[in-house]
C-alpha cells in the first residue's frame, strides 16, 4: 500500500529543519519548534500538517523578513530538477515539501515587504513552487506584484520563469482565488506573451495551465489569442494552445475549434447504436456509429461523446469524454465502436433510470441515443 501523502510531513524532516535553522539562527529554539510543529500530526492531513509547521516558524522565527528570509535561504538544498522532481526530500539543506510552510511563513510576516519578500520567494521557488505563497501578495499589492513577475518570466531559471506564470493563474487548484484576474485577466497576459515559445515544457504547460483558467470566464478572449498564436507557430506553442484549449474544444465552443482549424463536419452520420439499452453499475455501455465523409477534401475531426448522467431532481447533466482526434479523408467511411464502463467512483453519484449519450463532432451534436441505468 502506498504511503499517504501526508506523510511528506513527518518527524525525521521536522527534526531536519529544526537542525538546519539552529545552524543558521543559533538563537532557534528547535525544541519549541518541534513540540509545536507535530501537535497531533497524525490526525492532519497535508496540508493541515504544512500550515501548523508554518505557524510554528512564525512562533520561533523573527518577524522581520529582511532578518528571517537569509536565515531560511541558509537552510536550502540544491536546486530541484525541472522533471517533476521538485517534490523530493534532499539529504542535505532543504527541498521539495519543507519548502512549503516556509513560503508560507514568508507571506504571512512579509507582506508589508513585498521587494524583501519576493526576493526570498524566488530563491525558494527553485527547490519547491513558491506558487501559493505568492497569490496574497497579489491581491495585496497586485501591480507592484506584477511587475516582479514580469521580471520573473525573463530569469534564467526555469523554476523562477514557470513562478511567473503559475503565481497568477486565476484558478490555481488549492490557491487562493485570484477574482480580480477572473474579472480581468488582462495584467496577465504580457506574462503569457513572454513565456508561450519558453524552451521548457515545464514553463509551456503552465502557460497552457493559466490560459485554461482564463477560458472559463474569457472564452472569446483565449480563442483569440489561440488564433493569434497559432500563426506560424512551431509543433510546442501548437502543443501548448491545444492543451490550452481544452475545455473550450470539450464545452465545444466554435470560435475556438475555427481557431484550431476544425470547420463544422460535413458527412453522413450512420448506424449509430448501442449493444444494449439497459446498463447495470458496474458493466458498460457499448454503442458504435460510422461516419462518411460526403466531401472530396480531407476534415479534421475532434469527435467526443457525452453522456448524460440523470441527477437527484431527474435532469440530465453531461460529463464530455474524448473518443478521437483525426482527419476524415476523403470520401472515406470510418467506424467506430467504444466500450464506456459505468462503475461507481468516488466523485459522482448514480441514480438509476433514464440516461442518454450523444456523439460530438467537432463540438457539434451528430444525434443521441436512450439507455436505462440500473442500479
Avoid at 495585496?140 to 514557470?162: C, I, K, L, T
Avoid at 465523409?293 to 479534421?300: A, F, I, K, L, V
Amino acid at each position: 500500500m502506498p504511503e499517504p501523502f501526508k506523510n511528506f510531513f513527518n518527524l525525521p524532516l521536522i527534526e531536519k529543519m529544526g537542525a538546519l535553522l539552529v545552524n543558521a539562527y543559533p538563537a532557534f529554539d528547535k525544541q519549541r519548534f518541534a513540540t509545536l510543529a507535530t501537535k497531533d500530526f497524525e490526525e492532519l492531513e497535508l496540508k493541515q500538517r504544512s500550515n501548523q509547521i508554518r505557524d510554528a516558524l512564525v512562533a520561533t522565527l523573527p518577524h522581520d523578513i529582511a532578518v528571517a528570509g537569509p536565515i531560511l535561504i541558509a537552510t536550502l538544498g540544491e536546486q530541484s530538477p525541472i522533471d517533476g522532481g521538485t517534490t523530493k526530500e534532499q539529504s542535505d539543506g532543504l527541498s521539495g515539501f519543507a519548502i512549503m510552510p516556509m513560503a508560507d511563513f514568508v507571506a504571512e510576516i512579509g507582506i508589508d515587504d513585498l521587494k524583501t519578500s519576493f526576493a526570498v520567494l524566488e530563491e525558494l521557488t527553485k527547490r519547491f513552487s513558491a506558487e501559493f505563497a505568492v497569490r496574497p501578495f497579489i491581491i495585496a499589492a497586485p501591480e507592484n506584484a506584477m511587475s516582479h513577475f514580469a521580471n520573473w518570466a525573463n530569469s534564467e531559471n526555469a523554476h523562477v520563469r514557470r513562478l511567473a506564470s503559475e503565481g497568477c493563474r486565476p484558478l490555481l487548484p488549492w490557491g487562493l482565488r485570484l477574482q480580480q484576474f477572473v474579472k480581468d485577466p488582462t495584467p496577465i497576459l504580457p506574462i503569457l506573451e513572454a513565456l508561450k515559445d519558453d524552451p521548457t515544457e515545464y514553463v509551456r504547460r503552465s502557460v497552457a495551465n493559466n490560459l485554461n483558467d482564463i477560458a472559463k470566464n474569457q472564452p472569446e478572449l483565449v480563442a483569440q489569442i489561440a488564433k493569434e498564436w497559432l500563426e506560424g507557430a512551431s509543433k510546442n506553442r501548437q502543443r501548448l494552445v491545444r492543451h490550452a484549449c481544452r475545455t473550450l474544444i470539450k464545452n465545444g465552443h466554435q470560435l475556438t475549434l475555427k481557431a484550431l482549424g476544425y470547420a463544422q463536419l460535413k458527412a453522413e452520420f450512420l448506424a449509430f447504436k448501442l449493444k444494449t439499452d439497459i446498463v447495470k453499475l458496474g458493466s458498460s455501455l457499448t454503442f458504435e456509429f460510422t461516419l462518411k465523409n460526403t466531401t472530396g477534401q480531407p476534415q479534421p475531426i475532434i469527435l467526443d461523446y457525452a453522456i448524460h448522467f440523470q441527477k437527484a431532481n431527474g435532469s440530465l447533466s453531461p460529463k464530455v469524454f474524448k473518443l478521437k482526434t483525426s482527419t476524415i479523408k476523403p470520401n472515406e467511411i470510418l467506424k467506430v465502436e467504444k466500450v464506456h464502463m459505468i462503475k461507481l467512483i468516488t466523485t459522482r453519484t448514480f441514480y438509476p433510470g433514464d440516461h442518454r449519450i450523444e456523439i460530438l463532432a467537432n463540438g457539434k451534436s451528430l444525434g443521441s441515443l436512450p439507455f436505462i441505468l440500473e442500479i
